[in-house]
């Protein structure tokens, strides 16, 4: 399991870390709280050139996004990994 994954995650014993935006999320497969990779939709200002976060930075998912437990690599709709 990875640094990261491992300092994120918590025991099945332990409540949920998370208060912010992965609050009510656990992967469904191993439990971890997270961190998640989630596909997104984001608003961005595309040049000839490349690409700079537009102004209002938006970024949106929902429970259909695809989503991956950075822990297992479990893949999944986002909404399956919401605490049962």
Wanted: charged share 25%; hydrophobic share 25%; net charge negative.
């Amino acid at each position: 399991m990875d640094h990261q994954a491992n300092q994120h995650g918590a025991s099945e014993n332990e409540g949920s870390p998370n208060v912010n935006c992965l609050e009510g999320k656990r992967c469904p497969k191993c439990g971890s709280y997270g961190p998640f990779e989630v596909v997104v939709s984001m608003r961005v200002l595309l040049c000839d050139n490349g690409t700079d976060d537009a102004k209002d930075g938006s970024v949106e998912y929902d429970d259909d996004s695809l989503a991956m437990c950075y822990a297992c690599r479990h893949e999944g709709k986002f909404g399956e990994f919401n605490v049962r």
